[in-house]
């Protein structure tokens, strides 16, 4: 699973260097030669949502994810127990159900193309179950850790 992540890692560099090097190109494009090119903004756009989809399964196994704990912070340590069992639980089914989504727009949708680079719907959202059900992997392993008492 760590190495299933670590290569994600890499792939999220190069996601986001692939996204610094469009917008860049996309801007000196618009102010020095006034000229816009049309696909820099789609591709920008698949290099953002290839970037958030495949990191969150990296983000989700370090603990970084944004979570709000102004009351959880207070609790009994049996209490937070369970309610970082509870929260592993819902992002669990979040993500179930995101993956089940995703399929049942792709079975109508899979072969619209895009609008500019003129990709299948699929080709471009293909990080998304991607990245879920990677990080599926990674909830079920720290739910289970969880459940052993290995960590809150």
Not at 102 to 116: D, E, G, R, S, Y
């Amino acid at each position: 699973m760590d190495s299933i992540i670590n290569i994600l890692d890499d792939i999220t560099y190069l996601c986001l260097i692939g996204l610094v090097l469009t917008v860049v190109f996309q801007i000196l494009a618009r102010n020095l030669f006034s000229y816009g090119i049309p696909w820099t903004d789609e591709l920008a756009r698949w290099w953002q949502v290839t970037l958030v989809f495949l990191g969150l399964p990296i983000l989700t196994r370090e603990g970084t994810l944004l979570r709000v704990d102004i009351v959880t912070e207070s609790f009994p340590p049996k209490v937070l127990h369970f309610f970082n069992i509870l929260s592993s639980v819902l992002s669990l089914a979040f993500c179930l159900i995101f993956i089940y989504s995703f399929v049942i727009f792709m079975l109508k949708a899979w072969n619209i193309p895009t609008a500019v680079l003129n990709w299948p719907i699929l080709i471009f959202f293909i990080a998304l179950p991607l990245g879920m059900g990677i990080n599926i992997l990674a909830l079920v392993r720290i739910l289970y850790r969880q459940i052993k008492g290995e960590m809150e």
